[in-house]
């Protein structure tokens, strides 16, 4: 047990017995190795089969390890007193629609061995944070799937828990929710909760994660901070990149001397004044850009390279082991 950190696996190992007769072996998990340290958030990633689902439901006791180790919260993955200091939402957490938002907190505060005082305290702290106060006695039956989602975070978070997995926490959010998500794990971070998410909106992952990881048909391929993937990923993109350029000037002089590159888009921002992106090979061939717009007298007002987003590096890395 490493008492530095939160969720400590290695060589952790999970087959399903498949096919007919189940002789056939699933390798859900393939030697994953990982820690997640005290009050990070941490981003799990991966497309459709790639083991997070699986992984997720081992660190919860819900389905057992073939090999390896695993402790969360110093304690072996599946042990009780790991699960008390761990609040979980699920894809698509379902409350029976009898329930109003407060009888909702009651009972799950119930089940975490809350007292009645306790649940209305943090009940009412709680929907005031998720933006649920106005409707806490309404039945839930009318709620939208993003309130629902919200209420789904309360009640992760009703009895404080050291270790917060979020699966999927701004589905069916609009973006002033996925903001509001945003705003409040940041919040978690500040009081010392260490938050493990696992979404496909890698957008957001990015805005929030301290580090990832990515998997990819039980393999890890890859964990760290998003900006030590984009530098790995972004090392031999000498080759092949965008470039964002705004350029003032007569357009059809403009046309001409951008005539012999790339071309991806182009689109006017305000009366002779230009913005465009092209591709180029390598960084010569920018050299050369540049000095013909100053020779054509075209005025470069911004020049920017393209950056490597969390999903662009995601695709990336996953298309690498393809080729």
């Not at 047990?1 to 017995?17: E, G, P, Q």
């Not at 599946?78 to 699960?83: D, I, N, P, Q």
């Not at 009972?107 to 305290?121: N, P, T, V």
């Not at 944070?129 to 309404?138: N, Q």
Request: hydrophobic letters at 40%; glycine letters at 8%; a positive charge.
């Amino acid at each position: 047990m490493n008492a530095s950190t939160i969720i400590d696996v290695s060589d952790l190992r999970k087959t399903y017995r498949g096919g007919w007769l189940r002789r056939r072996p699933i390798h859900a998990l393939r030697g994953l190795t990982l820690t997640v340290r005290p009050g990070e958030i941490f981003g799990l990633l991966g497309p459709n089969g790639a083991g997070k689902t699986t992984f997720i439901k081992i660190l919860l006791g819900i389905a057992r390890k073939t090999s390896g180790d695993a402790t969360l919260l110093g304690h072996r993955v599946g042990v009780r007193a790991s699960r008390r200091e761990i609040g979980y939402l699920p894809e698509n957490l379902r409350i029976p629609r009898y329930h109003t938002a407060r009888s909702a907190l009651n009972f799950y505060g119930q089940l975490s061995g809350l007292s009645a005082r306790e649940i209305c305290l943090r009940g009412n702290q709680l929907l005031e944070l998720v933006g649920l106060i106005e409707r806490a006695r309404d039945n839930i039956s009318q709620y939208s799937k993003g309130m629902l989602q919200r209420l789904g975070l309360a009640q992760a978070l009703l009895h404080q828990p050291r270790l917060i997995i979020l699966d999927e926490p701004t589905d069916g959010l609009d973006p002033v929710g996925r903001a509001q998500v945003r705003t409040l794990l940041q919040r978690l971070k500040d009081d010392g909760h260490t938050v493990f998410l696992n979404s496909h909106i890698l957008q957001e992952v990015e805005l929030v994660c301290d580090r990832v990881a990515i998997l990819d048909h039980g393999e890890l391929r890859f964990v760290g901070e998003v900006d030590t993937l984009r530098e790995q990923l972004s090392g031999d993109c000498e080759q092949d990149f965008e470039l964002t350029v705004e350029v003032r000037g007569e357009k059809s002089q403009v046309e001409s001397a951008m005539s012999a590159w790339s071309i991806l888009s182009w689109q006017p921002t305000s009366p002779g004044q230009y913005e465009v992106v092209l591709r180029f090979q390598d960084q010569h061939r920018v050299d050369q850009f540049v000095d013909r717009l100053r020779a054509a007298e075209i005025s470069i007002l911004n020049l920017q390279r393209q950056r490597l987003t969390l999903e662009d590096a995601f695709l990336k890395l996953l298309a690498s082991k393809k080729d």
